[in-house]
């Protein structure tokens, strides 16, 4: 991985990191996920004009990515009803990458160091260590939304970054998948929670438009990223995010950080690192 590409993504992190915390700070936790997955398209059709047309190949992959978007977006949604972000956004963030690195040894065949396994490892003991702290504290319904989410997260970064290299086009790829998820989301909604639609004009467009951009831009850049490293390796840095939403839960929504957590969490942070170093 060069630096370019090193930076470039822990820039997305912490955009990614931010929109996490507009929706977890939102009164509305699904009107700001769905405001957000609609603030998508109008950067998502500048995106398609820019772009070349996506490889005919690649169309199954935006098709299944859309849909798995979506599952993620929901789940995301419920999550931060039951949990504080320093919990969900660990959990979930840190999940991918363990069962992303699973999936890439045994079925792509990628080749990781014993550097980066270690990592992956020290960024699933983390994990199990936040885990045990929402069990502890009564909360499971908070860690299985969050495990649920983490899957979803592993499912679209092997999709997306499969695509997106079949495409020959990062930006185009992901510009399609995101005017399909506004789609099937916008349809979803309108037959589960029509209210919900009704409601859109209640929304900050300034703050709407800032998140979405934030957002669109926070995953544009890991698609490219994975265009141009190993998938594995981009998302365990990708997930270098888990330190900066910290940060904000701690300083900006004022959740209590219990030592546990600080140390599940720093373990996370420590793999990230050590996925670097050994690549």
Not at 53 to 71: E, N
Not at 78 to 85: I, K, P, V
Not at 135 to 160: E, K, M
């Amino acid at each position: 991985m060069t630096l370019t590409v090193f930076f470039a993504v822990l820039c997305s992190a912490l955009l990614h990191a931010g929109w996490n915390s507009f929706v977890k700070g939102s009164a509305r936790k699904d009107l700001a996920t769905f405001s957000l997955v609609l603030a998508h398209v109008p950067i998502a059709v500048i995106g398609v004009v820019a772009s070349p047309l996506p490889d005919a190949a690649s169309f199954a992959y935006v098709l299944v990515g859309a849909l798995l978007h979506v599952g993620y977006q929901l789940f995301l949604m419920r999550s931060y009803m039951h949990g504080d972000l320093s919990q969900i956004y660990p959990l979930a963030r840190g999940l991918s990458p363990v069962l992303i690195t699973l999936v890439s040894l045994v079925f792509l065949k990628v080749h990781l160091g014993p550097i980066e396994l270690a990592a992956i490892a020290i960024i699933a003991v983390g994990i199990a260590m936040q885990a045990k702290s929402a069990w502890h504290s009564r909360n499971s319904q908070s860690f299985i939304l969050a495990f649920v989410t983490g899957c979803f997260i592993a499912g679209y970064s092997l999709i997306d970054g499969t695509g997106a290299r079949i495409a020959g086009t990062a930006l185009g790829f992901y510009s399609w998948l995101s005017i399909l998820n506004a789609i099937f989301m916008l349809a979803f909604m309108a037959v589960t929670k029509p209210s919900l639609i009704r409601a859109l004009p209640k929304v900050s467009l300034t703050n709407a438009a800032i998140s979405g951009a934030g957002s669109f831009c926070a995953y544009a850049i890991v698609i490219w990223a994975c265009t141009q490293a190993p998938i594995a390796l981009v998302s365990a840095l990708r997930e270098s995010s888990i330190l900066f939403a910290i940060l904000i839960a701690r300083f900006v929504l004022k959740e209590q950080i219990t030592r546990h957590r600080m140390l599940a969490v720093s373990l996370i942070a420590t793999g990230v690192v050590l996925s670097r170093l050994g690549h």
